[in-house]
């Protein structure tokens, strides 16, 4: 999954938004909410959200354009949220292969059984019922 950053997001919004209304991009306004301001149906929004969807590879839920209504807010909250899951993994992935090296491969701990120790039957109902005998099998 590739990593925008906030500004490259908004100039791909921007472009987006433009295409769809036929303003000039320049005239876009980030900080204005889009459904309101450039008349945007709902199936403009849901199928913006799809090509954003394919563009930066990692899912976007139609209503994340009523959730951050601004071109700025949007754009940050998904540099935000894929950015830094995306960070977190790299940054995870470098400290496993720095702290393990192939020379010292990761050790499992033994397993541990549970000791189990093992009766016969009369033990077991000696422990369990009380005493046993061919007398009070008989009764």
Not at 27 to 50: F, H, K, M, R
Not at 56 to 77: F, K, M
Not at 86 to 109: E, G, V
């Amino acid at each position: 999954m590739p990593i925008y950053d906030e500004e490259e997001i908004l100039e791909w919004l921007i472009n987006k938004i433009s295409s769809y209304t036929s303003i000039p991009e320049d005239e876009i306004e980030t900080d204005q909410p889009v459904l309101d301001i450039y008349g945007l149906s709902s199936v403009n929004a849901v199928s913006l959200c799809g090509e954003l969807e394919d563009w930066i590879g990692s899912p976007v839920s139609p209503d994340i354009v009523w959730e951050y209504p601004t071109l700025i807010e949007l754009a940050n909250h998904l540099s935000l949220r894929d950015g830094a899951a995306t960070r977190f993994a790299y940054r995870l992935i470098y400290f496993i292969q720095s702290t393990f090296s192939p020379s010292q491969p990761l050790q499992q701990p033994p397993i541990q059984q549970p000791s189990i120790q093992q009766h016969s039957l009369q033990q077991h109902w000696q422990n369990n019922f009380g005493p046993c005998s061919k007398a009070a099998w008989m009764q």
